[in-house]
């Protein structure tokens, strides 16, 4: 009989230690983060920004060349690996 098998792709960007930020206690302006969305349209998954604004449900990320945008923090993470 077979068994089904689940592929694992790796991404290099992306620490599998991050975590999520919760709330707006846990980020503070000018802190550098990191993108963990996957939505169409979107940032890309492990994109790198700067805290610019901070919302109670979200933050204004300034994501270099692909412009500022608008981030529910549950997408976000900070980690020792974001320089």
Not at 31 to 43: D, E, F, I, M, R
Not at 58 to 79: C, E, H, Q, R
């Amino acid at each position: 009989m077979e068994t089904n098998k689940q592929l694992e792709f790796k991404l290099s960007k992306v620490a599998k230690n991050d975590e999520v930020i919760l709330s707006p206690k846990e980020v503070a302006l000018g802190q550098k983060v990191l993108y963990l969305g996957n939505v169409s349209g979107g940032p890309s998954k492990g994109t790198r920004g700067i805290v610019e604004r901070i919302y109670a449900k979200k933050a204004i990320v300034d994501m270099g060349l692909i412009g500022k945008w608008s981030v529910p923090y549950y997408f976000l993470t900070i980690n020792s690996n974001v320089a």
